[in-house]
């Protein structure tokens, strides 16, 4: 199969010249409407009014396409991100497919604050699993059912008695006189099976946060929930966001536990350094060719080797049957520490089996960092 299709979201959308070609001339478009610090500090229902504001003909271009005003908006939006994503030098975080699998079967504690719902960098994209192999679905109205393939997340951060705040004055959800955090997500489902490597799935979605300490993350997937889940835009792909919202959690929780070993890729710098060795045009265009489809990444995978299976019933020395063996899943919750246990930290309890005989271990050779 075509190695385009398996490529992650910001990569496969220039991953040949055609499709560089149409993106750059997009970009010379946004420099010239944006301001470079309108780009790393707005939030992308911001930027997107301003860029209905600033260039009218371009909403015009893509009401042309669209059925609707909205529509039209929400593709104008879904440039957005990928655009910040460039600009902003995005970092792209692959968790393994051990990972994956393991949060789904690990629950988020009530417990936790939103606060730890933050990622690693300011703008970056978290690619599901190595080899598109996540259960979790997104859905598309023409090509229905993708598989999960990733996210891009921006973080953004808006101060009461700024100029920036003025924008959010008439959003009923928003105290402009207290600090204001956004999430900026967009989800992104791989083409992996469909009928061209542009043939995705997308959904917008955004946390406008102000409660860090108040509210508990669980609150707020079941608000965002509540608040979209009647509306007809999304009624018909709310049980698929859930899924989404909820993985994109576990894994910035599970990042934010620093319970796991990160692997640096850096492919695509190593290609640079190659080509401006090289002194032949002909050599320089083939691996500038290899470029297109070659990114540098940091993989997550699990801090030890050790797996954890299921056991058979065994008696104990007074010949009492033990309890009967049952899987635990994993979850995250609040850890008391410090000084009379007054502080609070988030960590992450793996799924294992308990009962009966408590485990059977099977290690594996994984490469060292």
């Not at 790393?40 to 009014?49: I, N, P, T």
């Not at 719902?117 to 996540?134: G, Q």
Request: net charge negative; charged share 30%.
């Amino acid at each position: 199969m075509d190695i385009t299709y398996k490529l992650p979201h910001p990569v496969r959308m220039k991953c040949s010249e055609f499709a560089e070609m149409e993106l750059q001339a997009q970009d010379r478009i946004y420099s010239q409407v944006f301001d470079p610090e309108e780009v790393k500090s707005y939030s992308s229902d911001h930027l997107v009014a301003l860029l209905q504001h600033r260039a009218p003909g371009l909403f015009d271009y893509y009401r042309r396409t669209a059925k609707t005003d909205h529509d039209a908006l929400i593709t104008m939006s879904s440039t957005i991100a990928p655009y910040r994503f460039r600009t902003q030098e995005g970092n792209i975080i692959t968790t393994s497919t051990l990972i994956d699998r393991l949060l789904e079967q690990v629950d988020i504690g009530d417990d936790i604050p939103i606060a730890y719902l933050r990622p690693p960098f300011k703008h970056c994209y978290i690619e599901f699993t190595e080899d598109r192999s996540s259960s979790i679905m997104l859905y598309n109205e023409e090509t229905h059912e993708h598989i999960l393939e990733g996210v891009y997340i921006s973080e953004t951060e808006v101060q009461p008695e700024t100029e920036i705040m003025e924008f959010y004055k008439g959003n009923p959800t928003v105290d402009p006189l207290k600090p204001l955090r956004i999430l900026d997500l967009m989800f992104t489902g791989s083409p992996l099976g469909k009928s061209h490597n542009a043939d995705d799935a997308l959904r917008i979605q955004g946390f406008y946060i102000q409660d860090d300490n108040m509210l508990t993350i669980n609150d707020e997937l079941r608000r965002v929930e509540s608040l979209y889940g009647n509306d007809v835009d999304f009624s018909g792909d709310m049980n698929y966001l859930s899924m989404a919202l909820n993985h994109m959690a576990k894994v910035l929780l599970f990042i934010n536990c620093r319970q796991y070993r990160d692997t640096a890729f850096n492919e695509r710098k190593d290609l640079l350094k190659r080509i401006e060795s090289l002194k032949s045009p002909a050599k320089i265009r083939k691996y500038e060719s290899k470029l297109r489809k070659t990114y540098d990444r940091i993989i997550i995978k699990p801090v030890d080797n050790v797996v954890y299976e299921r056991g058979a019933e065994h008696e104990s020395a007074e010949n009492q049957p033990l309890k009967r063996a049952h899987w635990r899943k994993g979850h995250f919750r609040m850890q008391p520490y410090g000084v009379g246990a007054s502080k609070r930290k988030v960590i992450f309890i793996e799924p294992t089996v308990v009962g009966g005989i408590f485990a059977n271990k099977k290690s594996y050779d994984v490469r060292t960092k």
